[in-house]
Antibody
Framework: EVQLVESGGGVVQPGGSLRLSCATS????????MHWVRQAPGKGLEWVSV????????SYLDSVKGRFTISRDNSTNSLYLQMNSLRTEDTAVYYC??????????WGQGILVTVSS | EVVMTQSPATLSVSPGERATLSCRAS??????LAWYQQKPGQAPRLLIY???TRAPGIAARFSGSGSGTDFTLTISSLQSEDFAVYYC??????????FGQGTKVEIK
């Protein structure tokens, strides 16, 4: 059974940092690209970042470039999102999601990040 | 960036009736379009990919159609568990991957 479990969320002040983790199981992790997608309170889905199966390819939403870093550890089947210089507009539920041919076939349950003073 | 526009924003439907949701892309995305269902407090769930292929385990009452810039998700006979928000997503021109703003299907 494919499982994706996010952790690491919480409340942080503007300008602060947070590292999200996504623990995965039930599939060959390094064979899949992985995404982070977020959802601000009461809003729609917004793609944030992607990383290729071997970690060589990464891409980011323009508004997070230079502040967020996606990474993965294929030895522990884990995905990460390092978020620095956080802004109030980064407040959202963050989901990790598996990529299959470009769309997202499995999603984690999400983790809330609140940026507030 | 491909902008995805969904209509209507809210659709009021009685149980057992048909629901038709629309998604339009600002440029052609071929058939590289997915539909997701999201219930309150839950993660999105994949319903349809490649515009018209149902994901494993998805009921036959859900169907997708379209190509290029205009797409439709049809729920043939709404069940109580189908009241939710539905999002379309294009994966033809990336990055970025882009979603529509969602259509809420509510009980009439």
């Amino acid at each position: 059974e494919v499982q994706l479990v996010e952790s690491g969320g919480g409340v942080v002040q503007p300008g602060g940092s947070l590292r999200l983790s996504c623990a995965t199981s039930g599939f060959t992790f390094d064979a899949y690209a992985m995404h982070w997608v977020r959802q601000a309170p009461g809003k729609g889905l917004e793609w944030v970042s992607v990383i290729g199966g071997d970690g060589a390819y990464t891409s980011y939403l323009d508004s997070v470039k230079g502040r967020f870093t996606i990474s993965r550890d294929n030895s522990t089947n884990s995905l990460y999102l390092q978020m620095n210089s956080l802004r109030t507009e980064d407040t959202a539920v963050y989901y990790c999601a598996r990529d299959w041919n470009g769309y997202n076939d499995y999603w984690g349950q999400g983790i809330l990040v609140t940026v507030s003073s | 960036e491909v902008v995805m526009t969904q209509s209507p924003a809210t659709l009021s439907v009685s149980p057992g009736e048909r629901a038709t949701l629309s998604c339009r892309a600002s440029q052609s995305v071929s058939s590289n379009l997915a539909w997701y269902q999201q219930k309150p407090g839950q993660a999105p769930r994949l319903l349809i990919y490649d515009a018209s292929t149902r994901a494993p385990g998805i009921a036959a009452r859900f169907s997708g159609s379209g190509s290029g810039t205009d797409f439709t998700l049809t729920i043939s006979s709404l069940q109580s568990e189908d009241f939710a928000v539905y999002y379309c997503q294009q994966y033809n021109n990336w990055p970025p991957w882009t979603f529509g703003q969602g259509t809420k299907v509510e009980i009439k």
